[in-house]
């Protein structure tokens, strides 16, 4: 029986871009509802609702159902004035939603009292949001990703402008985003250019843009391919207009990519987990930086499994009758974390002698190559996890045998 001292208050907000709506619940029934601005004032009116219920003898508990990035703001505002604030999984709210009344209406009101009725029923999640200097290594890591998704869309507008003008030029290259390829272009504009430039001149360029790794007989297959090109040339000026536009926007790009690159070894390198995580062999600086931006501080996870969690990589199956599936991952999680782990897994099968052994008993034990790595993902997080917590380096399997 909850005493008058230990009474407390469940307190659900449903978060949106101009105001949030707040429901207020005690043990028994909603005692109040609230629409507070999106800004300093709804806020600060929050902040004085609460503390009121507080002076009355309540515990608070708040909890918010992630929608978006809505929710960051009012949370870290309520985490600075001492309030502990949880989420709740959108796709339990929206489960939950005929079981309250027996109709699937959707509104501020009604989704807030759900949320509050899931915090009071515990069903809600740890609200991961992290804090300096882990808070700066996910704001940089999620931005070189997007970054990294603009570059992709350069390359393939490249790729389509050389298919018309001068489709023999990227064989001539392993990538047509390397300094020499890039450079000949913005140097002669295409294959005109490259056409009518001495192959003398070319030769140096060519070897001056690769360091020395090219030379004249590049320059002349260059030159060759441009002369014979199958690429239209009915519109020589826009198309030259339309390659300079485009290179423009890749150099800025590339630029800022390396400048970002440099802010997160910068900030990782001030961490002393980093040194842990990159012992593992294959992990290096970008799979240190997303696991710390995303997991925040990993002391404050209470088990490895936890992490496996948080990334989505945790198994469920569905059964019904005689009818069962398969295992699969939830992926409910950080979709970004997910994703290094797997790429990580991958990038490890040559690198680690423990994860190879691990992924080869998955595949000899009938796992498909693909379930075996993800079952190596989430592996992997959980090693990562284990250096982190136990403050030292990678141990290779092959010494830990020898102890």
């Known amino acids: 029986m909850t005493t008058e001292e230990t009474k407390e208050m469940f307190v659900g907000i449903d978060t949106s871009k101009n105001d949030h709506q707040v429901s207020f619940l005690n043990q028994t029934k909603v005692k109040d509802d609230l629409k507070i601005g999106n800004d300093r004032s709804g806020f600060e009116e929050l ?12 515990r608070i508990k708040v909890a918010c159902e992630p929608t978006g990035h809505y929710w ?4 870290r505002h309520l985490k600075e004035k001492d309030f502990t604030v949880e989420i709740v999984n959108p796709y339990h709210t929206s489960c939950y939603k005929e079981l309250l009344d027996n109709s699937p209406q959707k509104d501020d009101k009604k989704d807030s009292r759900i949320i509050s009725q899931l915090l009071k029923d515990e069903r809600t999640l740890n609200n991961n949001l992290p804090e ?3 808070a700066e290594l996910r704001e940089l890591t999620h931005l070189r990703e997007d970054l990294l998704e603009d570059r992709n869309r350069l390359k393939n507008k490249l790729h389509k402008w050389l298919d018309r003008h001068f489709p023999e030029y ?11 390829c890039l450079g000949l272009l913005k140097e002669y504009g ?8 001495d192959i003398k001149e070319l030769s140096e360029k060519v070897y001056s843009l690769s360091r020395g790794q090219l030379g004249l ?12 090109t199958i690429g239209k040339r009915i519109a020589p000026t826009a198309a030259k207009v339309k390659l300079d536009h485009l290179l423009s926007r890749i150099t800025t790009l590339l630029e800022r990519i390396n400048q970002i690159e440099k802010l997160i070894k910068k900030h990782l390198n001030q961490l002393e987990e980093s040194r842990y995580l990159k012992s593992i062999p294959g992990v290096g600086w970008w799979g240190a930086a997303v696991f710390l931006g995303e997991v925040g501080d990993p002391t404050k996870m209470d088990k490895a499994k936890a992490v496996v969690k948080l990334a989505g990589l945790n198994l469920y199956r569905k059964q019904s009758g005689q009818s069962k599936s398969g295992l699969s991952i939830t992926r409910r999680g950080r979709s970004l974390l997910r994703k290094v782990a797997y790429q990580l897994a991958v990038a490890s099968l040559d690198d680690n002698r423990e994860f190879t052994d691990y992924y080869q008993q998955k595949v000899d034990r009938g796992k498909e190559k ?11 997080l959980r090693v990562m996890y284990g250096v982190v917590k136990n403050g030292e380096t990678y141990t290779p399997l092959e010494k830990r045998n020898l102890n």
């Open 72 to 75: 960051e703001n009012l949370g």
């Open 132 to 134: 300096k200097p882990y």
């Open 170 to 180: 990227p064989k001539l290259f392993s990538d047509v985003f390397g300094t020499t």
């Open 217 to 228: 007989d590049r320059a002349r297959r260059i030159k060759n391919k441009a002369a014979e």
């Open 190 to 197: 295409g294959p005109e250019g490259i056409k009518e430039v």
């Open 370 to 380: 693909q379930n075996a790595l993800v079952a190596l993902s989430a592996k992997v």
């Open 47 to 58: 902040t004085e609702k609460l503390n009121s219920y507080k002076d009355n003898g309540y």
